[in-house]
C-alpha cells in the first residue's frame, strides 16, 4: 500500500425534507450574498427552487440567481456568473441540481476569486489558489461533485471537455434527500448509477498500492449500487433504494475507496470526456459505452485485479484459467449495463461516429492526458484508438 492523503471537509446533511435547512447552513458557513445556480429548469418544476428561495428570503439572505448549467456545462456560462458575482458582490455559491451545475458553480468560484482567464485552470496552465464557499443541494446521484474536489466544463471553441481538481473546490455542506432524486427520468438514474459504480471502479483497476480494506470498501460499494440499480428500474420512488444510491455516490468520489493505491487509472473517464466533449452524450451513458473495450483491452495487464473483481463483485465461480474468470465477469458486468438499459457500445449510445472522428478523439484525449496515462495499462494515443474503434 502508499501513504495517502484523505481530505473530506463537507458537511453531509443526509434525509427527508433536509433542503428546510438550507439557510441555517449558509449562515453557518458565512454567507452573506448568496449566488444560486442551477440547470435547465427541474428544480423550478419540481418546487423545490421556491422551497429554497423562500428558506432564504425568510432569513434575510440576500441572493441572486444564474440558470441555464447543461449537461456538460459550458465554460460561457461559467464566465456569465464570474461577473455576475463581482457586481452583485456575492460571497456564496449555492448549486441546486446535479454534477453539472455543482461543476459550473465550481468553476465561478474559481473565476471570482483568481485573477486571469479560469480556463487555464482546465487547460493546466496554472492552479488556482482559492475558490469561493460553495454548497450544494443535491438532485441527481451520480457525480460525487457534492464532495469531490473536481469539476469538469466543456469550452464551446473545439468542444474542449476538461476537469480540474483541487482541494479549495470541495463543497463546505451537502444537502442530500434522496426524496428530490425521484422526479428523475429512468434513463439519468441507470446514467448516475454507472457513473457512481465507474469512480469506484477506476480506483479498483491498478497495478500499485491495494489494500484490503480499500477493497472490501469499494467491492461491497459496487455490489450494492447494482443491486439497489435494479430495484430503481422497477421501482423508481422507493426510498431505501434511492438512499443506498445516494450516499454511495457521494462515497464513491470523496477518495475512500482509492486510499492507499496508486491513484486509480481513470481512462474509461478521460475517454468518455471526448464523447461527452464531441457528440453531447450523457456522462454516465458513455462511460457504460466504453467500459468493456477498454476492460477487455487492458485485463491481460491488470489480470490479478480483474479476477478479484469477477468473484468478489461480479459473484463468477473461480473455475478455469484467470484469463476466463477475468472474461466472464467483464462480461457479467455488460449483461447488468444492458439490465439497467445502458449502452455497452458507441452505437448503442448513439454514436455513430467517423474513423476521423475517433481518431480526433483519441488524439485529443493523448492531448489531455499529456501523451499517456492509466495504471491498468498505460494507454498512448493508438490505444485510445483502438478502444475507441472496437
Ligand atoms: O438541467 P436540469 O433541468 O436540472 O435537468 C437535469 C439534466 O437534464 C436533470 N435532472 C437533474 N436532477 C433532476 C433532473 N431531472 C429531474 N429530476 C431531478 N431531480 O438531469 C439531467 C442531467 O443533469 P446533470 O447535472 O448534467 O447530470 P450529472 O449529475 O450526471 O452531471 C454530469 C456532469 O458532471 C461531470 C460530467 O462529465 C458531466 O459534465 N462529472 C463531474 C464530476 C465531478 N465534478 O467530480 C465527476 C464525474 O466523473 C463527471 O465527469
Ligand atoms: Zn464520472
Known amino acids: 500500500m502508499f501513504g495517502f492523503k484523505y481530505f473530506t471537509p463537507t458537511k453531509v446533511v443526509f434525509g427527508r425534507e433536509t433542503e428546510s435547512q438550507v439557510a441555517s447552513l449558509i449562515k453557518e458557513f458565512g454567507g452573506k450574498k448568496v449566488l444560486i445556480h442551477y440547470g435547465g429548469g427541474s428544480v423550478i418544476r419540481s418546487g423545490l427552487m421556491k422551497k429554497v428561495t423562500d428558506s432564504l428570503d425568510a432569513a434575510g439572505i440576500p441572493y441572486v440567481m444564474l440558470g441555464g448549467a447543461v449537461p456538460n456545462p459550458r465554460l460561457s456560462l461559467v464566465y456569465e456568473g464570474i461577473d455576475l458575482c463581482k457586481k452583485e458582490g456575492v460571497d456564496f455559491l449555492l448549486a441546486v441540481g446535479g454534477g453539472s451545475a455543482i461543476d459550473s458553480a465550481k468553476a465561478i468560484g474559481y473565476g471570482v476569486t483568481n485573477d486571469g482567464d479560469v480556463w487555464d485552470f482546465y487547460d493546466y496552465k496554472r492552479k488556482a489558489t482559492a475558490c469561493l464557499p460553495l454548497g450544494v443541494i443535491l438532485t441527481l446521484a451520480a457525480t460525487g461533485s457534492e464532495m469531490s474536489d473536481s469539476s469538469v466544463i ?24 434522496p426524496e428530490l432524486t425521484m422526479t428523475l427520468p429512468d434513463y439519468q438514474t441507470a446514467c448516475g448509477c454507472t457513473d457512481i459504480m465507474m469512480h469506484t471502479m477506476e480506483r479498483y483497476f491498478t497495478n500499485g498500492g491495494n489494500m484490503e480494506i480499500t477493497d472490501a470498501l469499494a467491492e461491497g460499494l459496487i455490489r450494492t449500487v447494482m443491486k439497489n440499480a435494479e430495484i430503481l428500474v ?12 445516494m450516499w454511495a455516490g457521494s462515497l464513491s468520489h470523496n477518495g475512500l475507496t482509492g486510499c492507499g493505491n496508486d491513484g486509480g487509472d481513470w481512462m474509461t473517464h478521460k475517454l468518455e470526456h471526448e464523447l461527452g466533449g464531441l457528440y453531447d452524450v450523457a456522462h454516465g451513458a458513455g462511460l457504460a459505452a466504453i467500459w ?13 485485479r480483474f479476477k478479484q473483481f469477477a468473484v468478489n463483485v461480479m459473484g463468477v465461480e473461480p473455475v478455469g484459467s484467470d484469463e476466463e474468470i477475468a472474461l466472464k465477469g467483464i462480461e457479467a458486468m455488460e ?7 445502458m449502452p455497452t457500445n458507441l452505437r448503442e449510445l448513439g454514436v455513430n461516429a467517423t474513423d476521423e472522428d475517433l481518431a480526433e478523439m483519441a488524439h485529443k484525449c493523448a492531448v489531455g492526458v499529456g501523451g499517456s496515462m492509466g495504471s491498468a495499462r498505460l494507454l498512448y494515443e493508438k490505444d485510445m484508438l483502438e478502444i475507441f474503434k472496437a
Not at 236 to 241: I, L, V
Not at 292 to 304: D, E, I, K, T
Not at 335 to 341: A, G, P, W
Request: aromatic share 14%; net charge positive; proline share 5%.
Open 154 to 177: 466543456t469550452k464551446e471553441e473545439g468542444l474542449v471537455k476538461r476537469g480540474y481538481s483541487s482541494d479549495y473546490c470541495r463543497p463546505k455542506f451537502a444537502i442530500m434527500n
Open 234 to 245: 422497477k421501482d423508481p420512488k422507493n426510498y431505501e433504494a434511492r438512499a443506498e444510491v
Open 292 to 304: 468493456g473495450s477498454w476492460a477487455r483491452y487492458v485485463c491481460g495487464n491488470c489480470l490479478p
Open 335 to 341: 449483461d447488468f449495463y444492458r439490465r439497467i438499459h
